[in-house]
């Protein structure tokens, strides 16, 4: 049906910068709102950012001034530039994205996970 990937992780050292795509594929109509979330070893998932489909963004006070989220709607495709980057940060990121798509000829809303990128910050 609908597959999300996501690519850019890796370590960096605190003060560095990373930027994490994401891109969805399948039989996808239109994908409407798409976020990205963090757990790190012994917590929830959490929210960082959100951006729908017009591109009013949020962000979790933890992000904000540091982090940017951005989308490229014709190639279903969300970005997360990530500056500034501190210990407190490592997590696996995920992509999420709630996704119109088709099934059997009709269209059906959902929302998916992608399998997650591992973000370090360390020296």
Not at 19 to 42: D, E, K, V
Not at 55 to 76: M, Q
């Amino acid at each position: 049906q609908v597959q999300l990937v996501e690519s850019g992780g890796g370590l960096v050292q605190p003060g560095g910068s990373l930027r994490l795509s994401c891109s969805a594929s399948g039989s996808i109509f239109r994908t409407n709102h798409m976020g990205w979330y963090r757990q790190a070893p012994g917590k929830e998932r959490e929210l960082v950012a959100h951006i729908t489909i017009g591109g009013s963004t949020n962000y979790a006070d933890s992000g904000k001034g540091r982090f940017t989220i951005s989308r490229d709607n014709a190639n279903e495709t969300v970005y997360l530039q990530m500056n500034s980057l501190k210990p407190e940060d490592t997590a696996v990121y995920y992509c999420n994205a709630d996704v119109v798509f088709l099934v059997s000829a009709n269209l059906r809303t959902s929302g998916f996970w992608g399998q997650g990128t591992q973000v370090t910050v360390s020296s």
